[in-house]
């Protein structure tokens, strides 16, 4: 038999993969890495039912610590917004999978590596890009890619198999992780239609509204309504809260890797919130030129997040730049649930920038004169004066 590891998720299209490509006479280890999301109980099930279609080995590896180690702490010091809608949920844990499946299949001397991606999205180049870099030698199988399967075609293939599985009541596609949820169905084909609520996995349960607080340490996040606690379990705790207002729905509209627009809905309550809080406390702790470069950087760091080039060096760069720049990032901030949406009403932070002694806003000058602020505004036309005079500009 030929050696194998499949990124499995346990949905239709890995499950299609492994009995057909047991079929074709290979040993499949079928491998799930947990980026977040999944319950003892999901796993269990996911376990269950790729032995029953025909794998040789499961293993689920946990990789959530090394998901924000890696990932999500970057994205929440950069304020890392997809078009400045979506907190790339699912591609930043694509990257973190891959280098993990790769990790594995050359921990076991494997000659093929296999996904399930169609060759319509992105997430065959996140997969295969990774897998190329890292693991040269190893050969890359896509069925779904390879033999352009529809859906229908999976279940059909799967019954004739005798496998039951009733994944044609799934209405709609649901990709659960630590930062986030990807939803997808009929209505993210389209330009016009937006997913109904019953689309969304969270719904409505409160209605009064709930203040609540977030705590930063250089950047990163150290507590939630004062209480310490490790990132990862912040985010989870912070999601459980927030979801039950069903904040965080939106829809992302996108260009693709591929050349192509693409639509997709999501449901991030927790990273939406911890990222629009770290974006403000930075307005009160950096520099307007921080704050400037970071903006640009972000959206670099974003994008090529998006595209799969984790492991460009630049990335690692950018990564050393957003690290310098947390060394003030540090305080608390408040922050209001209502049904649908938050605000943020204030901040405390030892390195606040707003400081009174200098002066207040709109109010009263303590650190220079009247004279001094003509003459700054003076020097600071000559420029314009200059041009306007020369060019004979109206």
Same mark, same amino acid.
Request: aromatic share 10%.
């Given at each position: ?14 499950? #299609?993969? @492994? ?15 947990? /980026? ?48 400045? /809608? #979506? ?24 000659? #093929?590596?296999?996904? !399930?991606?169609?060759? *319509? ?46 994944? =044609? ?5 649901? &990709? ?7 939803? !997808?169905?009929?209505? /993210? %084909?389209?330009? &016009? ?26 950047? =990163? %996040?150290?507590?939630? &309504?004062?209480?310490? +606690?490790?990132?990862?379990? @912040? @985010? ?21 890797? @591929? ?5 997709? !809905? ?18 009160? /702790? ?56 938050? +605000? %943020? ?24 004169? *009247?004279? +001094? *602020?003509? !003459? ?5 036309? &000559? ?12």
């Amino acid at each position: 038999m030929k050696k194998l590891v499949l990124a499995y998720s346990g949905g239709l299209d890995t499950s #299609y993969c @492994i009995k057909k490509l047991t079929e074709q006479g290979y040993d499949i280890y079928a491998v799930s890495i947990n /980026t977040g999301g999944f319950s003892n109980k999901d796993l269990k099930k996911i376990k269950s039912n790729a032995l029953d279609l025909g794998c040789k080995y499961y293993k689920s590896i946990n990789s959530i610590k090394n998901f924000y180690d890696k990932i999500i702490k970057y994205l929440i010091f950069g304020n890392v917004l997809k078009n400045n /809608t #979506y907190p790339l949920s699912v591609s930043s844990e694509r990257i973190i999978q891959a280098i993990e499946i790769v990790n594995y299949a050359k921990s076991i001397n494997a000659k #093929y590596i296999a996904h !399930g991606s169609t060759g *319509a999205g992105n997430d065959q180049i996140r997969f295969d890009m990774i897998f190329q870099i890292l693991a040269p030698n190893i050969e890359i199988i896509t069925p779904i890619r390879d033999e352009k399967v529809s859906r229908k075609d999976e279940i059909k293939y799967l019954k004739s198999h005798g496998i039951k599985i009733p994944w =044609e009541k799934a209405q709609y596609s649901i &990709n659960r992780g630590l930062w986030g949820t990807s939803i !997808g169905g009929s209505e /993210t %084909l389209t330009s &016009n239609k937006n997913l109904p609520e019953k689309a969304y996995p969270s719904k409505l349960s409160k209605n009064k509204l709930k203040k609540i607080s977030i705590e930063f340490k250089y950047g =990163e %996040l150290i507590a939630l &309504n004062g209480k310490n +606690d490790n990132p990862t379990k @912040i @985010i989870d705790k912070l999601q459980k809260i927030a979801k039950e207002y069903a904040i965080g729905r939106g829809m992302h509209v996108g260009d693709t890797i @591929i050349g192509i627009k693409g639509r997709v !809905g999501f449901e991030a309550a927790a990273p939406l919130i911890i990222i629009k809080a770290h974006h403000l406390l930075e307005k009160h /702790t950096l520099s307007k030129w921080q704050q400037l470069h970071k903006d640009q950087l972000s959206n670099i760091y974003g994008m090529l997040l998006h595209e799969g080039n984790y492991l460009d060096p630049v990335m690692r760069d950018i990564e050393s730049f957003f690290v310098n720049s947390q060394k003030n990032v540090n305080g608390k901030v408040f922050i209001d649930l209502h049904p649908y949406r938050f +605000d %943020l009403t204030g901040i405390e932070s030892p390195n606040d920038l707003m400081n009174s002694s200098f002066g207040d806003y709109g109010e009263i000058n303590n650190n220079w004169s *009247a004279n +001094d *602020a003509k !003459g700054f505004i003076k020097i600071s036309s &000559n420029a314009h004066k200059i041009n306007r005079m020369i060019n004979h500009k109206l």
